[in-house]
């Protein structure tokens, strides 16, 4: 069964420094991973996808992730965090693309940005 | 191209009715997906229909049910509704051809039962 692990229930940077969100999943099969961010009050916003093509993968906002199959990991990292950051971000695992498709999701980290 | 939307946006319930809720994919998706998040258990998926039809469902009782007419639109059902049930409900669409098989969310319907 597929499973999402997210390191920190909440992080706090300050603007200008180096974002970090940790992403660790289990999957029986090569999995299909996501990173969604929810701002208050809305749904959930895709910011990139691991499409098994490439490793490190540039998504919205100048968020990238880097797929590592020997770690289980796909961590989202932004070199330079901007107040207009701060949001919860999901990770997110399928283990099918086609009609088995259905997201499970990390418990959900929360991003502070400090001035 | 309009995203997905879900209405109503925001619903009050007491305990015992049941609700309707509605969502419209983006056009062209044939895929609609439910998930319910709520603080204590996160996100979790309900189920998934693509071509009216369910072909996936999550681990919730048979209170909760849904549908999707032809043109893809799709409803979801809770009956008998219990407190446990206030969450945001969210709606999600997906092209059916590879490699489009991310989802789109669309903003929530948040219910709230009394």
């Known amino acids: 069964a597929q499973s999402v692990t997210q390191l920190g229930s909440h992080v706090s940077v300050s603007e200008g420094a180096l974002v970090l969100l940790r992403c660790n999943y289990s999957?029986?099969?090569?999995?299909?991973l996501f990173w969604y961010v929810q701002y208050p009050n809305q749904g959930l916003q895709l910011l990139l996808k691991y499409t098994s093509a490439a490793t490190l993968v540039k998504g919205i906002n100048g968020f990238e992730a880097e797929f590592k199959k020997s770690e289980t990991s796909f961590h989202l990292t932004k070199p330079s965090a901007h107040m207009s950051d701060a949001a919860e971000y999901f990770c997110?695992?399928?283990?099918?693309?086609?009609?088995?498709?259905?997201?499970?999701f990390g418990k959900g980290t929360l991003l502070t940005v400090n001035p | 191209k309009a995203g997905v939307t879900q209405t109503p946006r925001y619903l009050i319930k007491t305990r015992g009715q049941q609700v309707t809720l509605s969502c419209s994919p983006i056009?062209?998706?044939?895929?609609v997906s439910w998930y319910q998040q709520t603080p204590g258990q996160g996100l979790q998926f309900l189920f998934e229909y693509f071509s009216e039809t369910q072909r996936n469902k999550g681990n919730f009782p048979g209170r909760f049910s849904g549908r999707q007419f032809s043109n893809s639109r799709s409803e979801m059902n809770v009956s008998t509704l219990e407190l446990g049930d206030s969450a945001l409900y969210l709606c999600?669409?997906?092209?059916?051809?590879?490699?489009?098989?991310?989802?789109?969310f669309g903003p929530g319907t948040r219910l709230t039962v009394t």
């Open positions: 056009s062209g998706h044939r895929s």
């Open positions: 997110a695992v399928s283990e099918s693309g086609g009609s088995n498709y259905k997201l499970t």
């Open positions: 999600a669409s997906r092209a059916s051809n590879w490699p489009d098989y991310e989802q789109y």
């Open positions: 999957s029986s099969v090569p999995p299909y």
